[in-house]
């Protein structure tokens, strides 16, 4: 494949130019982060300095003494650091691991670029559908499982807006609609973040975070992950057999009723009509003809058994505890290897890989800023001295609560937050050095704390319409976010429902 076909396949495949990142996204993001860092300097001012004693727990991190909360003099924090804080944690203790997270998160970013690059990524879904395209209930479980899956274990998400193009020209086809295109694609990944098992932005950074060790209590997870996809799955099928039964189809996808057929939504397009022509890669049902699919293929190998070895290191790992203290590198490192190697597979030049993996790596620049100003919030709070003192009066109103509804409360907070910040990383490194104290406090285990967050920060992805990546994919398929809410909302408070009930059932067998 030459660089100029490389380059079309990247244009083809929704590249992240193709608006993956939302400057009004970002910006909304960095208000309320800067409205916070405010809020949090004001506080500073207002609310009594106060201390906890600390000792080491049974896993050496350190951790709240109940009852030894006592107010302190106010330290001399001025107002002018407030601005700079964000810069301060680059210097603070927290250093180590913003620098981690925010190379881990290029990594990933660089490798999906790379196979974007190769047009690896749309490959292997058109390869999944060719094989079931015979059994379309079978694809529909298939596909469902799978985008579950990389959003559970791999922590894919924005990746995925290429494919949904995909996804609906597949739907298309079968007679189905733009929505069950959205809803075995991106909705599946949101659902997958809900139900995280390995997620390295979610699990893996607020394990790190509560110092809990990297992906331990995998088998309640395992099973929260099977329930959620139950409930999906079950939610998809009804869908679609009530659009067969009714005879619906193609001619009712978009908002207003217009139709629309799978040709409007090219095999190969994120989002331009007809532009399969352009890059000469078949649709869902036709076969591969062009020139570049053999080496494309080769790609779509590659990445199919390198992603399974590294699926099955990470997973002994969690159960063996070898090597866990190093899992984010490694997981870097072999999602370094499985984005490079896959799209030199693919044939796409190294020069080619190269400035795509720039890009991509460039591209999560405005995310580790988020880092950063969520980091500094805490920062200015505990250089203000009254973390504790915030931490006195809300382990209050948790003690007040049955462990129950400790953990509810938990669940709360991360759920509303995660309207105003999207990112997996920055709300962790926001809520969790928060949440695990007060989990401490009230008897609950830092475990359940993690589990909340992860709960509180899933499937609200797929409902807000703060979340940049599900209004891209709407502006994709045509669709409004109101159409979306009301074919959502059912699935989405069933959802809450399970979790809840899921969370609550952690609280009774002491999940730790």
Known sequence: MSERQGARQTKASGGRGAGVISARSFVASLAVLAALMLAAGVLTRLVPAGSYERSAGADGALVVVPGSYVETARPDYPAWRWLTAPFEVLASEDAALAIVIIAFIAVVGGAFAAMREAG????????????????????????????????????????????????????????????????????????????????????????????????????????????????????????????????????????????????????????????????????????????????????????????????????????????????????????????????????????????SFGTGALGVLPAGLLILMALSVKRIVVAGGIMDTALYAASGLMERASGYGAAALMYGVVLVMNFFIGSASAKAFLLIPVLAPLADLTGLSRQLAVQAFVFGDGFSNMLYPTNAVLLISLGLAGMSWGAWFKKTWRLQLATLALTMGLLMVAVAIGYA
């Open 120 to 355: 690896v990524l749309a490959e292997s879904v058109r390869l999944l559908a060719e094989r079931f395209k015979a059994r379309r209930m079978a694809l529909l479980a298939v596909l469902c499982l799978f985008f579950m899956a990389i959003g559970s274990f791999m922590g894919v998400f924005e990746e995925v807006v290429p494919l949904v193009p995909i996804a609906i020209a597949l739907s298309l086809s079968f007679g189905w609609d733009v929505f069950a295109g959205l809803g075995m694609s991106i909705l599946a990944v949101g659902f997958g973040f809900s139900s995280a098992v390995a997620n390295p932005f979610s699990v893996g950074t607020a394990q790190r975070l509560a110092g809990v060790p990297m992906l331990s209590g995998s088998g309640f997870r395992l099973v929260v992950f099977a329930c959620v996809y139950a409930l999906y799955l079950t939610f998809m099928v009804g869908y679609v057999r009530r659009l067969e039964r009714k005879g619906l189809g193609s001619t009712m996808d978009r908002a207003d009723g217009s139709p629309v057929s799978a040709s409007a939504y090219g095999s190969g397009s994120a989002g331009s009509p007809g532009s399969a022509g352009d890059t000469g890669r078949a649709g869902p049902d036709q076969g591969a003809t062009s020139p570049a699919a053999p080496f494309v293929s080769r790609g779509v190998r590659f990445f199919g058994w390198s992603a399974l070895v590294l699926a099955i290191l990470v997973l002994l790992s969690s159960v063996t505890r070898v090597g866990a203290d190093y899992v984010l590198p490694a997981i870097a490192l072999g999602f370094l290897v499985i984005g490079v190697g896959a799209a030199l597979a693919a044939g796409v030049r190294l020069g080619a890989v190269a400035r």
